[in-house]
């Protein structure tokens, strides 16, 4: 079954996977979700990823979820912002702050998926694709 919106599915099967105490969430592979999920990484909401080649010829990405010693999830909230049907860009001196600073916007750009004080400090704009707090 073909997926639309694959940030969207991407960043569904995370919540989801946060919502339920799951230690790893498993999805379709792609360059974007693969540059997402080191973001992800990076900022410290996921453990860690790997990409797996299987049967597929797309293969798979497996994320591990980071949880703090008290059980709590790294990843609190995310919010997807731009969509197949309302494309969002930003300029560079519009590129927003997500939840005071302590939440990441993440963004596309011509120089790659980046976040957006990396967007900023680069002073390059781009498409706004989604909020993790």
């Known amino acids: 079954m073909a997926v639309t919106d694959p940030v969207a599915d ?5 919540r989801n996977a946060v919502a339920v105490r799951h230690d790893t969430v498993i999805i379709p592979a792609s360059n974007m979700k693969v ?4 973001i ?3 900022e410290g909401f996921l453990a860690n990823y790997e990409v797996e080649q299987n049967k597929s010829p797309q293969g798979t990405i497996t994320l591990y979820l ?4 008290d059980g709590q999830p790294s990843i609190s909230g995310l919010k997807r912002v731009s969509r197949p049907g309302l494309r ?8 927003p702050r997500y ?3 302590l939440g990441v916007s993440i963004m596309s750009t011509s120089s790659g998926i980046m976040t957006g004080k990396q967007a900023w400090r680069e002073s390059i704009g781009g498409e706004l694709l989604c909020y993790v707090w």
């Open 10 to 14: 991407m960043l569904t099967r995370i």
């Open 35 to 38: 540059s997402l999920a080191k």
């Open 40 to 42: 992800l990484r990076d």
């Open 66 to 69: 980071h949880y703090g010693d």
């Open 88 to 95: 969002v860009y930003v300029g560079k001196g519009e590129i």
């Open 99 to 101: 939840y005071g600073g």
